[in-house]
């Protein structure tokens, strides 16, 4: 599983198997064994969520949005895909 990036204690990062066919481009967060996964496009919203406050999800999602095209970068070139 790629890690994007990490920040705070959060990593972020996708698995290199995410479906077949592959699900739109997201990133998913983890800390502490508590998970997120965000969707990215068209908006930056929560697909699911195992256990973050609301407080923090509105961080990630804060988090997310100013790294959304790094995260697509890496996930482009780790997928071999252009958008």
């Not at 739109?24 to 983890?30: E, F």
């Amino acid at each position: 599983m790629p890690v994007v990036f990490r920040h705070k204690g959060f990593r972020f990062f996708f698995y290199s198997n995410e479906g077949d066919p592959r699900e739109p481009p997201h990133i998913h967060v983890l800390r502490d064994g508590v998970d997120a996964k965000f969707w990215l496009w068209p908006e930056v919203v929560v697909a699911y969520n195992d256990g973050f406050s609301a407080k923090t999800l509105r961080e990630l999602s804060e988090i997310i949005k100013n790294r959304r095209q790094m995260i697509m970068d890496t996930w482009n070139e780790f997928f071999g895909e252009s958008h």
